[in-house]
């Protein structure tokens, strides 16, 4: 999907109700429509989001650790120190969305599309992606390390200060990423295709981290 669906475009679009009240633990929400949403500190783990949407939603701190996400679509949604450490993420949509130091550790994503989003410092250690795109996104510092990536694709997205050490990746196509820097874990990218140009600006990367010693003369 090259352009982000719009909320009328959404099959369950004519049955979501706007939310109203605060948000619980172990809760079911099921075609509930978030809009101007905000939360600190919230206590919302083991919830279950179901045919739901956010907009101008914004979740500062707090835990949502072990919440599922299925068939879940968010637009203009920013995330900040918030932890979804375990959580479940199952035909999920993100456009335009912020996270800044958000915990997403062991979480699992699958068949999950992010449209011109921006990560910051997104700790994704031993997190499970699997067909999930990265379009025109800005991923910052982002931590991959032991992570499994599975049909991972990058389109138009800037990869700044990856961090890749024990990740492992099958059919993941870096090639149409606009930046590609790795901080650490290069050799962890067998499974991966690159383009020649891409080759050529790791060199040096892979180089340091072989301790070969490059010289002309």
Same mark, same amino acid.
């Given at each position: 999907?090259?352009?982000? !669906?719009?909320?009328?475009?959404?099959?369950?679009? !004519?049955?979501?109700?706007?939310?109203?009240?605060?948000?619980?633990?172990?809760?079911?929400?099921?075609?509930?429509? +978030? *809009?101007?949403?905000?939360?600190?500190?919230?206590?919302?783990?083991?919830?279950?989001?179901?045919?739901? &949407?956010?907009?101008?939603?914004?979740?500062?701190?707090?835990?949502?650790?072990?919440?599922? +996400?299925?068939?879940? $679509?968010?637009?203009?949604?920013?995330?900040?120190?918030?932890?979804?450490?375990?959580?479940? $993420?199952?035909? &999920?949509?993100?456009?335009?969305?912020?996270?800044?130091?958000?915990?997403? +550790?062991?979480?699992?994503?699958? #068949?999950?599309? +992010?449209?011109?989003?921006?990560?910051?410092?997104?700790?994704?250690?031993?997190?499970?992606?699997?067909? *999930?795109?990265? #379009?025109?996104?800005?991923?910052?510092? *982002?931590?991959?390390?032991? &992570?499994?990536?599975?049909?991972?694709? *990058?389109?138009?997205?800037?990869?700044?200060?990856?961090?890749?050490?024990?990740?492992?990746?099958?059919?993941?196509?870096?090639?149409?990423?606009?930046?590609?820097?790795?901080?650490?874990?290069?050799?962890?990218?067998?499974?991966?295709?690159?383009?020649?140009?891409?080759? &050529?600006?790791?060199?040096?990367?892979?180089?340091?981290?072989?301790?070969?010693?490059?010289?002309?003369?």
């Amino acid at each position: 999907m090259s352009k982000p !669906r719009e909320l009328d475009d959404l099959p369950y679009a !004519r049955h979501l109700s706007r939310f109203v009240g605060t948000l619980e633990q172990h809760a079911d929400y099921d075609t509930a429509y +978030f *809009v101007d949403l905000e939360v600190e500190d919230g206590e919302v783990g083991n919830a279950r989001f179901t045919e739901c &949407a956010f907009t101008k939603a914004v979740l500062t701190g707090g835990r949502y650790s072990r919440t599922r +996400f299925n068939d879940v $679509w968010m637009n203009n949604v920013r995330l900040v120190g918030a932890s979804f450490a375990e959580s479940s $993420w199952l035909d &999920a949509e993100v456009a335009q969305g912020s996270l800044a130091g958000v915990e997403m +550790f062991n979480a699992e994503l699958t #068949r999950v599309s +992010f449209h011109d989003c921006r990560f910051d410092a997104v700790n994704l250690r031993g997190a499970r992606l699997k067909e *999930v795109t990265f #379009r025109n996104c800005v991923l910052q510092d *982002v931590d991959f390390a032991g &992570a499994t990536l599975t049909d991972v694709t *990058v389109p138009g997205s800037e990869l700044r200060g990856a961090r890749m050490a024990g990740v492992q990746l099958k059919k993941v196509d870096l090639r149409g990423a606009s930046v590609l820097d790795v901080a650490d874990g290069i050799t962890s990218l067998q499974g991966a295709v690159v383009s020649s140009l891409q080759l &050529a600006e790791l060199a040096p990367t892979m180089a340091r981290t072989l301790g070969l010693v490059v010289k002309d003369r």
